[in-house]
């Protein structure tokens, strides 16, 4: 694969989250308050891109990628339509939100953690920039709709990105081919939140552990 | 007008539009809780700078225009004083209030629109960056008093926001004098406000809209 | 003392605030809501470096301490498991908690006011960057944790730090020796707090001044 088809892939895949997370945030938005049309773009746009936004805030990466480009606030419009003209439809397909919103945030965590490498930072940086990018969007959104972030209540969620981080990170080290690496990253997440979710496990509380 | 006096203008407007919005924030802020003194001036500085911080931030735009310009810490101050001095009477002249607001949430549109094409970014992303500058402190006064944000309650107030910021790019493009510009804007959000407090009009809720 | 020594100082006594804001973040969350391992952690980790990561932020400070130092992350993970192996000793020890939180939030004004004079920005935005980098991470924590944020409940704190910055600062300006003045700031930090405690004093509420 050329280094152009890699990039054409890596980008299309951006969008194509980016569209997923407005959508699934336009979606939990609806579910809780009752916010208006423009409530529940502007929520379903600060899930979208409120990750990778800390997440190059943090690096100070500048421009951002939605300021430098439009294409991210487009796709962004077009997840929420689709998700408006659809909604009864995808509400009712949990299965397939669960596998794609998996996916999703296995993807955001490889962009992320790629970023950071840009700069330099060391893995355990790494990896939490990974995580960020893949969760903070939704704590945003929690947080604005005022409930309790999702990362404090779901079972095991930001836990299966910091895994799959690592995982990568040690992968990258071993000089395992990226493309391998990417792909067992996904994996890793999608199988932790699969088994999670199944037999309903959750992390133990933090005070219960010690007594 | 000389360049020099319209950029006195600017600045000046700025000044007020801060001083403003720390005093509507603490008003705001003293309706909800009962902060002391203290936290009703962390409320009101929120209020005011956190608008224009956020754009900043989100555009890379250093240094900050309150970091490196203490005279906006001094109005924000004579604006928290002004208001504890005057509040009774102050909170009593709701449509004086209104019209304020209505102007001042006009005037930071303009501001962080300007400000966001001097980053030569697309006009969609302008148009968001102006928006934000406008109701963003106010959005992180309502997540700090642990309130709904005031965007996703009020009669249409971000989106007259967005629609000011929008038409505002739109003469710009088609060369209108920017003195008219910024009049035919400020007109337009103050209108969209007016009929809607007017006529109690929002916009449609999101999902009752697709059934 | 040479100046390697001090600096060598002032980075233990980073990383040991550090260490500590996670412990008693930690601490704090899980008084509030019942998070898990993960959520407990996470927490303490914004608790820690939220007020260092939004001063540098403002400031454009790059990169940020923790972003290019992982030896942070490893002593607030260290906090955090220490924390969970002695919480009950720890919980009953609220004297010598509140001696060291004052002490934290003393050597974090200093720190940020000492960071953000680097920028060369004017006296009361480095005592409000000071101020910042002590209580903003506390506040954060409540944010998250969908708490009105502490320095709205809790007697005289980030006021404590605002009078601590002020006092530092005009001892640099009359050129008073910089260890001196880092332990009158310490001090002072201290005994309003311990004054405000023990005599629960607050600040006057914002309307009730007025009448």
């Known amino acids: ?23 699934s945030g336009t979606i939990v938005a609806n579910e809780k308050s009752k916010p208006d049309w423009f409530g529940a773009t502007f929520i379903g746009f600060i899930t979208a891109i409120g990750g990778g936004s800390l997440r190059d805030v943090l ?21 929420i339509v689709f998700t408006s003209i659809f909604y009864n439809p995808l509400t009712r397909m949990r299965r397939t939100l669960f596998i794609f919103d998996s996916i999703g945030i296995a993807m955001f965590t490889i962009l992320g953690t790629e970023k950071a490498l840009m700069y330099h930072v060391a893995p355990p940086i790494a990896a939490i920039m990974g995580m960020f990018t893949a969760v903070m969007g939704g704590v945003m959104r929690d947080v604005l709709t005022n409930e309790t972030p999702v990362i404090f209540r ?5 836990t299966a990105c910091l895994a799959g981080a690592t995982v990568y990170l040690l992968l990258l080290y071993m000089h395992v081919n990226r493309d ?3 792909a067992i990253c996904v994996t890793i997440v999608f199988l932790i939140r699969y088994v999670a979710v199944k037999f309903r496990l959750s992390l133990p509380h933090f005070k219960s552990t010690i007594k």
Chains 1, 2, 3 share one sequence.
């Open 59 to 79: 690096l100070g990466s500048y421009p951002l990628s939605w300021v430098a480009d439009p294409n991210l606030i487009y796709v962004i419009i077009f997840g």
């Open 1 to 23: 694969m050329s280094f152009a088809t890699a990039m054409t892939i890596l980008y299309a895949l951006e969008l194509l989250g980016t569209a997923f997370f407005a959508a």
């Open 180 to 182: 391998a690496a990417i």
């Open 154 to 158: 779901k079972e095991i969620y930001a």
